[in-house]
């Protein structure tokens, strides 16, 4: 799921609000491996280069992924 809305985001240039609250449940579940890890460090530099957009506000959030959550 991780990957799939990794792709939509690279897709349209835009990361909805909607998929990047998916984006933390998945990964508050622990459902994800080391390829779902190496994806979102894909997205966030996309992110920080200003390649993708994010409709959030907090630039805080996203970037608390690639080393907030561990591969289970």
Known sequence: MIR?????AFQTGCLS????GLLHQ???TKSYDSKDLAALAVLDEAVRVGQIKREASSLS???K???QYKQS
Do not use: G, Q
């Open 4 to 8: 799939a809305l990794i792709e939509s």
């Open 17 to 20: 609000v909607e998929s990047e």
């Open 26 to 28: 998945v990964l508050a």
């Open 61 to 63: 959030l996203l970037m």
């Open 65 to 67: 992924f690639p080393t």
